[in-house]
């Protein structure tokens, strides 16, 4: 049997450069992404939905926010797809192109007011989109960070990338905030979204100068490219795929509760202006993009498994309190408890994800297998927002609460079933990766 000549070894670049580049493209995604989510549930009610009634104007703006979430799945599957069968890197630059055009067409809209039940059509088509784009992008982009990184240090590398969804988030309600300073009327929701072309152009600019993932070069000069690889994970590893959408529950489920659902809540319960759950949303992630290096750093050192229970339990235990908090209508006390929640609750979870969903699947069904995990659950994310606002009309502030809880249980319980993966809890890495001396200076 024929065996494929070895050739020059994979260029590696920096993982400070790479884990950089793959942040700054996740962010400006994610600016994407979350812009809709603030417009849904401050803006689009009205002026897409020509609803009356607000609580039905909210309901029907998060139903059309849910529906990015939905093709997310289908975004994840051919990214993973083709992630594994031509590179990592071409499928960052399609995700990102593909979601800055959706972006900027949707602010481009014309409202119901205009063209009438064509606006909402036109909205949720471009939101399909923009969920696809996204659903392709977090994949390619972590293992872009992981595989260039050394192994011991595959936890803070792969935390670096996800710090890229809090400055999105950081981005996309400054933005906001300034553009209700600066404009009136439908232009305090079209500049966002017409503002985030420029930042794409950006995002693409740093993505091309950076080299494709050097596991995925070797796999390829190995021979070991599956023909149909997010066929070939789904039929080995279903179960991997499972426990992923459920570890996922409590931070994405409960990050859409914390922010899109209580900018809503806090309004349509009459408690208080919805600038304060923006101003705990700002300080939120502005703290963010600190503890999610610290909580990757930390998970190379006591276990992807031990960072993420810290956040899956505290999301158990804040379900009730955050609400109390935020109840109490002082802005401090919002601005606390939503700050609370996304550090304590999404940060850890979140900060793990890249190594350790990575760390699970063979090198070649990688893309693949953590793609259609993480996007999978973004089909029940989605529609939290949406079951939330629905729970409140029924049984008030206590429904959205026990969801909460109950998110932060299924994760939990999916994370003590789930192996471990950091080396230095697996025996990989030798006496010298694990000295009082290199540990220091990790």
């Not at 930390?298 to 955050?322: A, E, H, N, Q």
Request: aromatic fraction near 12%.
């Amino acid at each position: 049997m024929a065996h494929p000549t070895p050739g020059p070894a994979p260029v590696k670049d920096n993982p400070i450069k790479v884990s950089t580049a793959s942040m700054i493209g996740t962010a400006v995604e994610s600016y994407d992404f979350f812009i809709y989510g603030t417009a849904a549930a401050a803006y689009f009610g009205t002026a897409f939905f020509h609803a009356e009634n607000a609580f039905v104007g909210v309901l029907a703006s998060f139903a059309t926010l849910a529906i990015g979430f939905l093709f997310r799945p289908l975004g994840g599957y051919l990214a993973g797809h083709f992630g594994d069968r031509i590179g990592r890197k071409t499928i960052l630059i399609w995700a990102l192109s593909t979601m800055g055009v959706a972006t900027f067409l949707i602010g481009l809209l014309p409202t119901y007011g205009t063209v009438g039940v064509l606006a909402p059509i036109l909205l949720i088509l471009l939101r399909a989109i923009q969920g696809i784009g996204y659903g392709a992008e977090w994949g390619g982009a972590v293992l872009m960070a992981v595989e260039h990184a050394p192994l011991k240090r595959r936890g803070f590398f792969g935390a670096v990338p996800q710090i890229g969804i809090p400055a999105g988030l950081l981005l996309a309600n400054g933005s906001f905030l300034l553009s209700a300073a600066l404009f009136e009327g439908d232009w305090v929701w079209r500049v966002p979204f017409l503002f985030s072309i420029v930042m794409v152009a950006i995002g693409l600019w740093i993505r091309l100068g950076i080299h494709e993932s050097p596991d995925f070069e070797q796999m390829k000069a190995a021979g070991e490219i599956h023909k149909r690889p997010a066929i070939q994970v789904i039929k080995q590893d279903w179960r991997i795929i499972l426990r992923i959408m459920g570890l996922r529950l409590a931070e994405t489920g409960g990050y859409y509760i914390t922010t899109s659902f209580a900018l809503s809540y806090v309004v349509l319960a009459g408690i208080s202006d919805k600038q304060y759950v923006l101003y705990g949303t700002l300080v939120g992630s502005a703290l963010g993009l600190g503890t999610h290096l610290a909580y990757g750093a930390l998970s190379d050192r006591i276990g992807r498994r031990s960072v993420f229970l810290i956040g899956s339990i505290f999301t158990i235990l804040f379900g009730v309190p955050m609400f109390l908090l935020i109840n109490t209508g002082a802005i401090i006390m919002i601005i606390v408890a939503v700050t609370l929640s996304l550090i304590l609750s999404h940060d850890p979870i979140f900060a793990v994800e890249g190594s350790w969903f990575s760390e699970q699947f063979d090198r070649n069904v990688r893309s693949s297998g953590i793609s259609l995990g993480y996007n999978g659950a973004s089909v029940i994310a989605g529609l939290l927002p949406f079951i939330a606002t629905a729970l409140y009309g029924w049984i008030g502030w206590v429904g959205p609460a026990v969801l909460l809880s109950a998110l932060g249980i299924v994760s939990t319980l999916c994370a003590l079933t789930a192996r471990e993966t950091a080396p230095i809890k697996t025996g990989r890495l030798t006496a010298a990766d694990t000295s009082p001396a290199e540990l220091l200076r990790r």
